[in-house]
C-alpha cells in the first residue's frame, strides 16, 4: 500500500498536496475532499442517493495522523472522518 511521506495544507489554494513514497506529488482539493468523507453520516447521505455539500469556500483546517489514514478538519466544523491512506491515495489518482 501507498502511505505518503509528507501531508502539507495550501492554504491558498484550499487543498492538501501529498507526497507518495512513489515520489508522486498530488493536490486534493478541499471541496472535493468534504465530498467524500468517510464518516458514518456522509456515507449514509451518499448511499441514501443524495450529495454531500460543500460549499467553494470551504478550506482544511487541521490534519491529525491516525496511523492507518490522516482525519481532516473542515472550516464548517466537520472533522469525524477519517482519510484511510489507500482511498486517499484511490483520490488523488483521479487528479492524476
Known sequence: MDVPIEIKIDRELRRIVVTWTNGDERGLDASRLRRA???????RIRLSGGTVEAPAWIAIE?????????????????????YPWRYLSELSAEFA
Not at 468523507?37 to 456515507?43: F, G, L, S, V
Not at 487541521?62 to 477519517?82: P, T, W
Request: a neutral charge.
Open 37 to 43: 468523507c468517510m464518516c458514518a453520516q456522509c456515507r
Open 62 to 82: 487541521g490534519l491529525q495522523a491516525m496511523g492507518y489514514g490522516v482525519q481532516i478538519e473542515f472550516s464548517d466544523g466537520h472533522a469525524r472522518g477519517i
